[in-house]
């Protein structure tokens, strides 16, 4: 089992930054698979990024890349987002996921709210 708290939304300008965290606890991540999903009002829930926890290999959404950075600190068991150039359709609730590398199951935080203005 593993638990998700994500932190870090709020509400930023069009060309601001914003970095979400996301703790997790009660395993080892080692062998799994950690990332982002967003959900705009009205649309569906969609993949931002994710990261390998053990070699660190990550992959983008297209409509992110160039703009966002996923990372992660082993040593805290923490996740980050780092979002640069915002702009107003990145606004959306955002999730912490975490799923074992080969098995279709997820484990989902509670999502933060990132609003971004014109």
């Known amino acids: 089992q593993v638990q998700l708290v994500e932190s870090g939304g709020g509400l930023a300008q069009a060309g601001g930054s914003l970095r979400l965290s996301c703790a997790a606890s009660?395993?080892?991540?080692?062998?799994?698979?950690m990332g982002w999903f967003r959900q705009a009002p009205g649309k569906d829930r969609v993949f931002v990024a994710d990261?390998?926890?053990?070699?660190?290999?990550?992959d983008y959404a297209d409509s992110v890349k160039g703009r966002f950075t996923i990372s992660r600190d082993n040593a805290k068991n923490t996740m980050y987002l780092q979002m640069n150039s915002l702009q107003p359709e990145d606004t959306a609730v955002y999730y912490c996921?975490?799923?074992?590398?080969?098995?279709?199951?997820?484990?989902w935080g509670q999502g933060t709210q990132v609003t971004v203005s014109s």
């Open positions: 996921t975490a799923g074992p590398i080969g098995l279709s199951n997820k484990y």
């Open positions: 009660g395993r080892s991540l080692s062998g799994y698979r």
């Open positions: 990261i390998n926890w053990s070699s660190g290999r990550t």
